[in-house]
């Protein structure tokens, strides 16, 4: 008999993102060697219960209903809106915190529950999943990966730049792979575990499915096909470019260290698989550079962009499966450190 925490019925608070939730134990069961509990959170739909770790869980007592006020008030510090005109040079630069209209789009509406605002996070961490309503609305606007340098003494922006937020706001990231992006912080930044590579569906093979299917789908031509295939090339050199910059936790540059060394003269798009994919599209900066392509070229390839995320979000249940992450051993931490 395997000895728990918590009990099946048991009130709690558990971590969704980095803020903490009302949440009811339903079941329990051990999963490779990791007790993982089925939690229902207050307030919301059914739709939303999850198996988490154990250690995701907190007792409902009064020290986590302190650390539950605490993790609130950081979060809405964090989202004040900065002033615009010149930095002070005494005023140091934040990270934006993008939030949703109404990461993974409203809060719960249970009395029961003390945090009624959607999870956010800056830094190196992707947003938290969105705190979805009863009828939670199906998409929210594009997550913040990483955090926007704000440059001392500048009043306005280039119009290049203003553009590039302009045509971003377009994009967005349904509320389940927004799940996905905070399952995948998760699992390398708490449970320090790595993704298996090479993938076994590499970023470029899931591009080109994509583009099989697209081809199936719309019964285009062959210069309809050839326009997908820029696309794909595109955004395969993006990638390639950012991974190594933008795209990587810490404790995964090692590992990455490694792939540079055993495939040289490989692409990382050959080597990494979806959940990095979807990192790219939900990075901050850019993925079109307009002093490159014109308003029509951008909107273009933005359109492009939406029916790829799309993509990713039908077949996502096949693309993003946490069994594709290994434990990372001992002397991996020791490299890390």
């Known amino acids: ?28 069961r051990v999963s490779d060697k990791v007790i993982e509990f089925k939690v229902h959170y207050a307030g919301w739909n059914k ?12 007792k409902y007592n009064e020290a986590s209903l302190q650390k539950q006020k605490e993790l609130k008030k950081e979060y809405e510090l964090s989202k004040v809106p900065k002033k615009k005109g010149v930095k002070r040079k005494s005023e140091a ?18 009395e029961a529950s003390s945090v009624k605002t959607p999870v956010t996070a800056s830094g190196k961490t992707p947003l ?30 280039p119009a290049a730049e203003q553009k590039d937020e302009i045509l971003l706001q377009e994009l967005i990231i349904p509320e389940n792979l927004k ?3 905070v399952d995948d912080w998760y699992l390398i930044q708490k449970q320090d575990k790595l993704y298996n590579l ?8 899931v591009l080109d499915n994509f583009i099989q299917f697209r081809v199936v789908k719309t019964n285009c031509d062959k210069s309809g096909e050839s326009a997908l ?25 090692p590992q990455y260290a490694e792939i540079l060394q055993k495939h040289p003269f490989t692409a990382m ?16 900066g850019s993925l079109v550079s307009k002093s490159q392509f014109d308003e029509n070229s951008c909107e273009y390839l933005n359109k492009h962009f939406k029916t790829i995320i799309k993509y990713l979000a039908d077949n996502k249940n096949t693309l993003f499966n946490t069994d594709n992450y290994m434990t990372s051993t001992p002397e991996y931490h020791r490299r890390v450190i």
Request: with cysteine; aromatic share 8%; glycine share 4%.
């Open 269 to 284: 798009s050959q080597i990494y698989g979806a959940p990095h994919l979807l990192r790219l599209f939900s990075w901050k």
């Open 47 to 58: 739709s939303w219960d999850e198996w988490v770790p154990e250690d995701r869980i907190l």
């Open 93 to 110: 630069p934040k990270a934006e915190a993008s939030t949703t209209s109404s990461s993974r789009a409203s809060t719960p509406s249970s």
């Open 1 to 28: 008999m395997v000895k728990t925490k918590f009990t099946e019925g048991e009130r709690v608070l558990c971590y969704h993102g980095i803020l903490l939730y009302e949440a009811k134990c339903l079941e329990h």
């Open 229 to 253: 295939r820029e696309v794909a090339k595109g955004i395969c050199t993006y990638f390639d470019v950012l991974l190594g910059k933008q795209l990587l936790y810490k404790f995964e540059r």
């Open 179 to 181: 799940k996905v992006l």
């Open 198 to 205: 090479p993938a076994k569906e590499t970023v470029r093979d």
């Open 128 to 157: 938290a999943p969105p705190t979805p309503k009863e009828t939670s609305e199906p998409e929210a606007k594009i997550m913040v990966l990483e955090p926007v340098q704000v440059k001392e003494d500048i009043v306005e922006k």
